[in-house]
């Protein structure tokens, strides 16, 4: 049984920063690629970041230069370093991880959520 637990997020100011996390338990498994996505209230859940296990990023245009997505396959850990952050930034944020157990194809994998709120 593979269960994603995240830990972060919170109020902060306005050009203020956060530190996301997520980590998977469990057995038996690899993580390839890795995400980040956030929904903001009455809005669709959108991706923020990828990684994958190679170390290869992507960020979408509205967070580039200034979230840092990075990840420790050691640990099975995820992380996104949140910089300048702004109001547009509040939502739900979701880790997600596409792990392979045994010779299975990727199996999606979501964490439970984290608020993040900017506000002054």
């Known amino acids: 049984q593979v269960q994603l637990a995240q830990s972060g997020g919170g109020l902060v100011q306005p050009g203020g920063s956060l530190r996301l996390s997520c980590a998977a338990s469990g057995s038996l498994f690899i993580v390839d690629d890795m995400h980040w996505y956030r929904q903001a209230p009455g809005k669709q859940r959108d991706l923020v970041a990828s990684?994958?296990?190679?170390?290869?990023?992507n960020y979408a245009d509205s967070v580039k230069g200034r979230f840092t997505i990075s990840r420790d396959n050691a640990e099975n850990m995820l992380y996104l370093q949140m910089n300048s952050l702004k109001p547009e930034d509040t939502a739900v944020y979701y880790c997600l991880f596409q792990l392979r157990i045994g010779f299975s194809p990727d199996i999606d994998y979501w964490g439970q959520g984290s608020q993040v709120t900017v506000s002054s």
């Open positions: 990684i994958t296990r190679g170390g290869s990023t």
